[in-house]
C-alpha cells in the first residue's frame, strides 16, 4: 500500500510541476494570455508543498522524483502535445521508473 501512495503522490506532484511550467511556455511561446501566470503559480506552489509530504528524506524524494516526473512528461508529451512517444521514449521513462522504484522501495536498515 506504501507503494501506491508514493506512486501516486509522484503523479500528482509531476503533474502540478509540468502544468506549472507548461502554462508560462503557453504564454511566452504561443501568445496565450498572462493571466495564465496566475495558475501556473498556484501549480507549482501545489507541487513543492506535495513533494514535502513523503515522511523520508528529501534528498531521496527528490532523486526518485525524477523518474516519475520523466514518464508523466512523456505521457503529457502523447496526451497533451500529441505527439506520440518512440519507442525510446518508452524505454527511458520505464528505465526512469525502475530507478525510483529502487530509490523508494529498496529495503533499508534505518
Known sequence: M?????TGLF????????L????PYLWLREGKSIWLLVP???SLAAFAWLLSLHPTAAGRVYAAYGGVYVFMAI???????GIRPTSWDLVGSGVALL????IMFAP???
Open 11 to 18: 503523479v500528482l506532484t509531476a503533474l502540478a510541476e509540468i
Open 99 to 102: 530507478g525510483m522504484a529502487i
Open 40 to 42: 501556473a503559480a498556484l
Open 2 to 6: 506504501l507503494e501506491l501512495k508514493t
Open 20 to 23: 506549472g511550467c507548461y502554462l
Open 75 to 81: 505521457l503529457w508529451l502523447w496526451g497533451v502535445e
Open 108 to 110: 533499508r536498515s534505518a
